[in-house]
């Protein structure tokens, strides 16, 4: 069975606020047993740029 974890990271105009940590926070839940399964944009601006990302972790758990 596994367990699943997802961090959002959001842009601010049209420069990268949180995306610029997005190797620390892999980095992180790394260390925490976590694995990275996808990054995958969730919110988008009017004129469809992506405004908000979801990063998905997983991490097998014992029964």
Known sequence: M???K??????KGFFVSDL??????IDKYAKEGWRLVQ???VKYASNG?????E????????N
């Open 39 to 41: 990054i995958f944009p």
């Open 2 to 4: 596994y367990q699943y």
């Open 20 to 25: 610029e940590n997005h190797n620390e926070i």
């Open 49 to 53: 740029v992506p405004m908000e990302f």
């Open 6 to 11: 997802s961090v959002k990271l959001a842009l």
């Open 55 to 62: 990063i998905i972790f997983e991490r097998e758990i014992d």
